[in-house]
């Protein structure tokens, strides 16, 4: 699977929206990116995924550019409810893909 | 629905002891995973499940035996425990095949060895 570089932290307002960016400039045709987060100490939880085009839901919007080497999690209105840990995964058929593998990811902070 | 579910929440160990952390998920899910996850660190793949009866190393198997008797049912075993497996380990499942499907996680259970 396509390797992922997210910074390893943004501060954000409240109220702003938030915009995480990932990088995964090798990711082939077929890989998907996941969007998840994880609130302090509990399990992760699932935001968005998308192949090429831009996705919404009611959680978050997902930005691929056109030649998917980038991405952006934007979320809206940031609360501070949204203060985690957020990961970026390309996950497609060219190797296991099987498996999921999560990288450091980004610690977004919503500050009042 | 009571999603993906693990058992204990919390267990202390003494070095060398040996333990089984449960985790079932009521979602009829193929595909079961477990992390573990150190402090202020990420989520590292200890062994992962596609179906009952077949099972397979992540990142991070030394030390760990899992075992998947049942679809519902994705046990980690630690034998002789050591301080390097105090960590939280978190079970995932997620339905689908091949890469699609999203993961829905457990609320983590939390080891400490002394």
């Known amino acids: 699977d396509a390797k992922t570089t997210q910074p390893t932290s943004m501060d954000c307002a409240e109220g702003r929206a938030a915009n995480l960016p990932c990088n995964h400039s090798?990711?082939?045709?077929?890989?998907?990116v996941y969007w998840y987060r994880q609130i302090h100490s509990q399990g992760p939880q699932y935001i968005i995924h998308?192949?090429?085009n831009n996705e919404t839901n009611e959680m978050a919007s997902l930005i691929i550019t056109e030649d998917r080497k980038s991405s952006t999690l934007i979320l809206p209105h940031a609360t501070l409810r949204d203060t985690a840990v957020y990961y970026c995964?390309?996950?497609?058929?060219?190797?296991?893909?099987?498996?999921?593998?999560f990288g450091p990811g980004t610690s977004l902070s919503v500050i009042p | 629905n009571a999603g993906v579910t693990q058992t204990p929440k919390f267990r202390i160990l003494k070095i060398g002891q040996s333990m089984t952390l449960q985790c079932a998920q009521d979602?009829?899910?193929?595909?079961m995973y477990w992390y573990r996850q150190d402090p202020g660190m990420g989520l590292k793949l200890i062994y992962y499940?596609?179906?009952?009866?077949?099972?397979d190393k992540g990142e991070v198997p030394n030390g760990y035996n899992v075992s998947r008797s049942t679809t519902e049912d994705f046990p980690l075993r630690l034998e002789l425990a050591a301080p390097s497996q105090t960590s939280v380990y978190f079970c995932?499942?997620?339905?689908?095949?091949?890469?699609?499907?999203?993961?829905?996680f457990g609320e983590g259970s939390r080891l400490t060895v002394l």
């Open positions: 979602m009829n899910h193929n595909y």
């Open positions: 090798t990711i082939s045709g077929n890989e998907y």
């Open positions: 998308g192949l090429k």
């Open positions: 499940s596609v179906g009952a009866g077949i099972t």
């Open positions: 995932a499942s997620r339905a689908g095949t091949g890469i699609h499907g999203e993961l829905f």
């Open positions: 995964i390309v996950r497609g058929p060219k190797t296991s893909y099987d498996k999921v593998i």
